[in-house]
Each structure stands twice: as C-alpha cells, then as structure tokens.
C-alpha cells in the first residue's frame, strides 16, 4: 500500500528553527509538495521537489533524498503566523496525489 | 499568480436541501480541477477528479450520484450536494492545476463549510 508519515504535533519557539519531517512509501515517485494549512482554511502551495537536495525559499527550505523515501521542511525564524498544519503529499506513478495526514506546529512565544 | 476562488464559504441548510459549490480558476486555465471533503483534525480527502469536457473520476467510496460534479469549462467546476444530510456536513475544498503537466502545484480555493441542520 501507499504510505505517507509525518508527525502528529510539534512544538517550538518563536524565532527558533523547527524541522518537520516526511517518510514515504508509494508506488513510484514524481515529486514531494509541501502544503501549509491554518485552521479553517484551505492548504496553500509551499514547495515541490522532484531532484534530491535542498530548496530554499525564503524563511522555508524543503529537502529530498529519494533514495530514502524522505523529506523535510524546514522554518527557520519562526514567527506566530507560522503556527500551522503542514501536510506532505507525493505524486505517485500514476500522478495521483497521496496525502499524508499532516503536521500540527504550534508556536509558543 | 494562480488564483482559485470557491463560493460560498459558508451554507447552512435543512436535510434534503441540494447545495451547489462554485469553483472558479481565475487568472489561469484548468484543464483538471479536484474536490476534496476534510473532517475536523483529519487530512484532505480527494473525492473526485473533474476534467473539462468529460465526465468527473470519482474515488472509491463517493457516490457519483450525490455528488455531483460539472466541469463545463475551463476556469469554472461545480460540485452539488444533493438531498444533503447531517453526515455530509464536512469543509468541501476545490483545488485547480495550473498547467497540463501533472507536475504543476494543485491550487486551493478557500472552501466551503457546509452545516447540515
């Protein structure tokens, strides 16, 4: 079966850098988004890698190693406005989207 | 930019009442729209894949005939509740892909809560 995990919940302090990872299992691989969601609201685009390495985009970078079947996303300077669920999704071999549950990241001043 | 916008974000209405979402892409083309439902604390659910001119892909376990879906161009897609009920009360989420290549980011619409009473 296809298998995606992430933390349920992590906890961090503003203005720290937390890492937030993602390990998969799925039927083929053509590529890892990363998705921020605040509660009540819809997913908004973060990063899409699809060549191993490290991505970074501002405050965020996204890191891949496809021969581990890993992820993680990285924040760094972390402020309350990032507080957050972060959720993983590959795109298999068939370009179907599987979606991991997500991560809950609570930012404590 | 890649702008979804969904209608309405909020309904609340009796059991048996159809109720019809709006997705609408507005800066770009979408040849593949998708519908997603998403209960309290739970990841998103993909219940059906809409593509423009052709009949919806619906996931195992969706009923085609409640929920139906109409993508009749390409920037807008509809999803209806029909006869809806308290079980169907859920955060429905269209998100569009910018582009024909499946690698393109799935953009998200704001959703739509839905309350069954």
Request: aromatic share 12%.
């Amino acid at each position: 079966g296809q298998n995606i995990d992430q933390p349920t919940e992590m906890t961090a302090t503003e203005g720290a850098i937390v890492q937030i990872n993602c390990t998969y299992q799925t039927s083929g691989f053509n590529g890892l988004f990363w998705y921020q969601q605040h509660a009540g609201e819809a997913p908004t685009f973060l990063s899409y890698n699809v060549l191993d390495g490290l991505e970074e985009k501002g405050r965020f970078s996204s890191f891949l190693s496809r021969s581990k079947g890993y992820s993680y996303l990285l924040l760094k300077e972390l402020q309350m406005k990032d507080s957050a669920s972060y959720l993983c999704a590959v795109l298999d071999s068939n370009y179907q989207l599987i979606w991991g549950a997500g991560t809950k990241l609570i930012i404590k001043p | 930019g890649a702008v979804v916008s969904q209608h309405p974000s909020r309904v609340i209405c009796k059991s048996g009442t159809s109720v019809k979402i709006e997705c609408r892409s507005l800066d770009f083309q979408a040849t593949t729209m998708f519908w997603y439902r998403q209960f309290p604390k739970q990841s998103l659910m993909l219940m059906a894949t809409s593509n423009e001119g052709s009949k919806a892909t619906y996931e195992q376990g969706v009923e085609k005939d409640k929920f139906l879906i109409n993508h009749a161009s390409l920037t807008l897609s509809t999803l209806t509740v029909t006869s809806a009920h308290p079980e169907d009360s859920s955060f429905y989420i269209c998100s569009a892909r910018k582009g024909d290549g499946e690698y393109q980011p799935q953009h998200f619409g704001d959703g739509t809560r839905l309350s069954i009473l």
